[in-house]
Antibody, heavy 122, light 108 residues
Framework: EVQLVDSGGGLVQPGGSLRLSCAAS????????MNWVRQAPGKGLEWVSY???????YYADSVKGRFTISRDNAKNSLYLQMNSLRAEDTAVYYC????????????????WGRGTQVTVSS | ENVLTQSPGTVSLSPGERATLSCRAS???????FAWYQQKPGQAPRLLIY???SRATGIPDRFSGTGSGTDFTLTISRVEPEDFAVYFC?????????FGGGTKVEIK
């Protein structure tokens, strides 16, 4: 059974940086189109970023220029480099797999990690 | 962006009762690009429905989705004990994709 395991969260001061990781089990990670989705305390879900199997990247306006998504297919891993963090970035961050494989993106998510908590506070 | 508003915020039901969860979009959702997720405390969200009415793999047929345009509904025909959770709607017809704020289904 394929699983996603998020890690790397923690407490960071405003203006600081953090790098999140998502490790995928199984041998077909390279075909996955992947996303990061976050959930602020007591709020709904918010899409953050997308990376395709061919390395096309998209970002929400709220994080553009501050966050960078990347992947290492040899390590079956997805990353989110978060810089210039703000209090409003406080949330649980989930990695999520797009339903599509390879060249097709469906934009809904059929496999999620359990999330990693990011808290931005002085 | 297309804002999704879910109602009610919380619904209290007994096992065996019918649950009707609503999601209203601020703009028409194109081409039936609409999904529903279930989330239990401390767990990752789980995809239930995509394309308005298609059940994801392994989802029991007591879950059904309907709707079009701006109004969408998730129905649980007979709520089972394992169905008590928070449910989120999502539109992916126009970027950025957006989620609703969630409806909590709690035990009465």
């Amino acid at each position: 059974e394929v699983q996603l395991v998020d890690s790397g969260g923690g407490l960071v001061q405003p203006g600081g940086s953090l790098r999140l990781s998502c490790a995928a089990s199984g041998s077909t990670f390279s075909t996955y189109n992947m996303n990061w989705v976050r959930q602020a305390p007591g709020k709904g879900l918010e899409w953050v970023s997308y990376i395709s199997s061919s390395d096309t990247k998209y970002y929400a306006d709220s994080v553009k220029g501050r966050f960078t998504i990347s992947r290492d297919n040899a390590k079956n891993s997805l990353y989110l480099q978060m810089n210039s963090l703000r209090a409003e970035d406080t949330a649980v961050y989930y990695c999520a797999r797009d339903y599509g494989r390879g060249g097709h993106t469906y934009w809904y998510f059929d496999l999620w990690g359990r999330g990693t908590q990011v808290t931005v506070s002085s | 962006e297309n804002v999704l508003t879910q109602s009610p915020g919380t619904v209290s039901l007994s096992p065996g009762e019918r649950a009707t969860l609503s999601c209203r979009a601020s703009q028409s959702v194109s081409s039936s690009y609409f999904a529903w997720y279930q989330q239990k405390p401390g767990q990752a969200p789980r995809l239930l429905i995509y394309g308005v009415s298609s059940r994801a793999t392994g989802i029991p047929d007591r879950f059904s989705g309907t709707g079009s345009g701006t109004d969408f509904t998730l129905t649980i025909s007979r709520v089972e004990p394992e169905d008590f959770a928070v449910y989120f709607c999502q539109q992916y017809g126009s970027p950025p994709l957006t989620f609703g704020g969630g409806t909590k289904v709690e035990i009465k």
